[in-house]
């Protein structure tokens, strides 16, 4: 007799029953590990692919940043160099201003008006021909109290400051708005 005919038929139908199953079970079992493997692959790769992306678009960003940066640092320098020379500018005129001023207090300088040779005698005017001993020659000026002169100097000191404080500012707002 056979292991087989020992057993009563709905046993072995159920012992077949409960291997097919196993078979089935494990295949299936087997094809879900198969598919979490190339699933688990191909999210790697997305993965991947994620993070060169990212670091492409990071690189990218710096090197931005770092072209922004070096045209920040030659705009800065160009406006120092261009702040320098108006300092230089305006130190050479103050200079110059003060030694005018100097010159005017000590007397060594005197500022002298043109008089309008056409006006006529008479009229509180300077008379148009020189004084009898006089060697100057030409039309007739006059000369300015050093007070006055002194006032003068500092209306056009003051005149000659603006107009480099205003070519500083010019030259500034042309350099910052020109783009390079």
């Known amino acids: 007799m056979r292991l087989g005919e020992l057993i009563p038929t709905p046993y072995r139908l159920f012992g077949k029953a409960v291997l097919l199953a196993t078979l089935v079970g494990g295949s299936a ?41 070096d045209k920040r640092l030659a705009l800065e320098q160009r406006l120092a160099s261009s702040e320098q020379t108006h300092y230089r500018a305006l130190n050479d005129v103050q200079r110059d201003q003060g030694r005018l001023r100097d010159r005017l207090a000590t007397a060594d300088l005197r500022l002298s008006v043109l008089l309008d040779a056409t006006t006529s005698a008479g009229n509180g005017s300077m008379p148009a021909t020189a004084a009898t001993g006089s060697v100057v020659h030409g039309p007739t000026r006059a000369e300015l109290d050093p007070a006055h002169a002194q006032r003068i100097i500092g209306v056009t000191d003051d005149g000659d400051r603006g107009l480099i404080a205003l070519t500083a500012c010019q030259a500034y707002a042309k350099e910052v708005s020109t783009p390079n």
């Open 29 to 69: 079992a087997i094809t879900w590990q198969v598919q979490d493997w190339r699933y688990g692959k191909q999210l790697a790769e997305q993965s991947q692919l994620h993070t060169d992306t990212l670091n492409q678009l990071a690189q990218a960003s710096a090197a931005q940043q770092r072209a922004n940066q």
